[in-house]
């Protein structure tokens, strides 16, 4: 007989790396889209590679900030409702410990334990750490791994810009008959590669993951092209 190994994530561990790793495929995503958007449609009106380097830069750095504060908002409130939730378990702990161990053994009740194993467990737990069996039991929440909002805030950053760089790139980089074409492809390559990405991250279907993605980001090209050309037309 061959031992079991534990070599591979288990429980919340693995659920968080597959969200960072779900939000950062997002976050280039957006990237992608956004930058692309708006450097086609510059690249509608004019073919001046200074005006392109220049408002690709600007929808980079305005995009990876913008990202970066909503993440750190975000994750801030997460963070700050967190730490409200444990200081009242913390107190009714203090306040009302046997309220608080009933309590604990129903919840244990409710995910399958018998009344009597519920409560030998609820004891144990209470006795090595009252706080943390509490936290996780009954409000979900690991008091080592709260969120961390700096953390959240640069993921999101550095996602973006690594998203923006493709179409910025894409577009000042080759010879002005070849901009459009290369810009539009290669977003669309890379749309597909996220689009599949995201899907197998959520355990989806990827095929309609890839099309939504690939779909979403000719569409917003093809609009802001339109745009852009009919501004040039008019001399705008």
Not at 11 to 17: K, M, S
Not at 29 to 47: R, Y
Not at 198 to 216: I, M, T, Y
Request: hydrophobic content about 50%; cysteine-free.
């Amino acid at each position: 007989m061959t031992e079991p190994t534990h070599d591979e994530p288990h429980g919340g561990a693995l659920g968080a790396r597959l969200n960072w790793l779900r939000a950062a495929v997002l976050g280039a995503n957006d990237g992608i889209v956004s930058t692309a958007g708006l450097v086609v449609g510059v690249a509608g009106a004019t073919g001046s590679r200074s005006a392109l380097l220049t408002a690709g830069l600007a929808g980079l750095l305005a995009g990876s900030m913008s990202m970066a504060a909503g993440e750190y908002v975000s994750v801030s409130t997460q963070r700050d409702s967190e730490m409200a939730a444990l200081a009242v378990e913390k107190r009714e702990l203090r306040e009302q410990p046997e309220a608080e161990l009933r309590e604990l053994t129903e919840l244990l009740e409710q995910r399958g334990l018998s009344r009597e194993v519920a409560r030998e467990a609820a004891e144990q737990l209470t006795a090595r750490d009252a706080l943390r069996a509490h936290a996780r039991v009954e409000l979900g929440i690991d008091p080592d791994e709260l969120t961390n909002p700096w953390h959240a805030a640069w993921a999101s950053f550095l996602a973006f810009t690594v998203g923006a760089l493709l179409p910025l790139l894409a577009i000042v980089l080759p010879p002005a008959d070849w901009r459009l074409a290369v810009t539009v492809l290669s977003v669309l390559a890379v749309l597909t590669l996220t689009g599949f990405s995201s899907a197998r991250l959520g355990a989806a279907a990827p095929k309609r993951a890839v099309l939504r993605n690939v779909a979403g980001g000719a569409l917003a090209m093809a609009v802001t092209y339109a745009a852009g050309s009919l501004l040039g037309a008019v001399g705008v």
